[in-house]
């Protein structure tokens, strides 16, 4: 890190726009922490920790504590890069995007969680939850959105949550809507321990278990990139996971406005299907007003900031300004 930098760190409380279930809570507020890169000449650069509890390999309390005692955690360390490298760029009269690499594609489709009152398009892809009720709900749940939307894609995530009986089953159970389902995210606890592909009749996504398993034992990888610590090591292995063929789909951790742009940023530095961004608009108030572009089911790159966080208005302390009631915001001094 560049002496000429300092680090702030804020957390952020953000009010979500329905209540959502992480591990075994249900969250109506999203804890984030931000990062505030500040170089000289008043060079500015913001990144995000994230951490998802119960999903990741840290926790907002942990992250919190390693600002206090100048530790580091995964979600930590990505949220500080992302801040540095940033100001870096703008030294070098460059953007948060340059330092990502060349862009593979201008437009990045977006996948939402399904959501009964959404109206999709006929070629939207959606992610759905399975897994937390009966095998014959699930595929109820599926034929339904098929029958509604026959170009639907649909992306079914168990979060290993079933047995590996029932998720046999269930998979089974789906097989007539086969062409319409690209993958199945964690089908059951444990299961890239090894190599079940040839044994499991639809396609299978590592998302949870890349921190713990061989992402070789998955057709998909699902990346998180909030949760997975250094930016430059998960750019080195995102090409490793790239050149072998997969398919790679990143994936949105509940962030604000500055992670989810981050997160489009990188996709569009790789080739691939569409990324997830859970709702479109998790939250009832962000940090700061978000572009339209995010919300919508196609992301032009071009109509997205290439330097996250540049829109962030802060008081004469330097201190984020809270764009809405709901919005808590607290300094975090290391």
């Known amino acids: 890190m560049s002496a000429t930098i300092s680090l702030r760190y804020f957390h952020l409380l953000l009010s979500l726009r329905q209540s959502v279930p992480v591990g075994q809570a249900v969250w109506t507020q999203r804890p984030i922490a931000l990062v505030k890169a500040e170089g000289q000449n008043g060079l500015v650069g913001w990144g995000e920790s994230a951490p998802l509890d119960g999903y990741g390999p840290d926790s907002i309390d942990q992250v919190l504590t390693a600002i206090s005692n100048g530790d580091s955690t995964p979600s930590l360390d990505f949220g500080r890069e992302c801040a540095v490298l940033s100001v870096e760029a703008q030294y070098r009269g460059e953007t948060f995007a340059d330092v990502l690499g060349p862009l593979k594609r201008r ?153 989810r742009t981050i997160v489009v940023l990188m996709a569009s530095r790789f080739e691939g299907p569409a990324i997830g961004l859970g709702y479109a608009d998790p939250f009832r108030e962000d940090v700061h007003a978000i572009s339209t572009a995010l919300l919508n089911p196609q992301i032009s790159v071009s109509e997205v900031s290439q330097t996250p966080g540049d829109l962030i208005r802060c008081d004469e302390a330097g201190v984020p300004i809270p764009n809405g009631a709901t919005i808590r915001i607290e300094e975090v001094t290391p």
Not at 168 to 196: G, H, Q, R
């Open 107 to 259: 437009f990045v489709s977006v996948a939402h969680l399904s959501d009964p009152d959404d109206q999709f398009e006929q070629r939207s892809v959606v992610k759905v939850k399975v897994g937390r009720s009966s095998i014959e709900q699930d595929v109820r749940t599926v034929r339904r959105l098929i029958d509604q939307h026959p170009r639907i894609k649909i992306r079914l995530d168990a979060n290993g949550a079933s047995s590996h009986s029932d998720a046999m089953k269930l998979a089974e159970s789906l097989m007539p809507f086969s062409t319409n389902i690209e993958f199945v995210e964690e089908p059951w606890e444990s299961c890239f321990e090894s190599d079940y592909r040839d044994d499991y009749p639809l396609t299978m996504a590592i998302d949870e278990s890349m921190s713990r398993y061989d992402w070789r034992n998955a057709d998909v990888c699902v990346f998180k990139p909030s949760l997975s610590g250094s930016l430059k090591a998960q750019l080195n292995l995102l090409r490793d996971i790239s050149n072998t063929g997969r398919q790679l789909v990143l994936s949105s951790s509940w962030e604000s406005v500055v992670g």
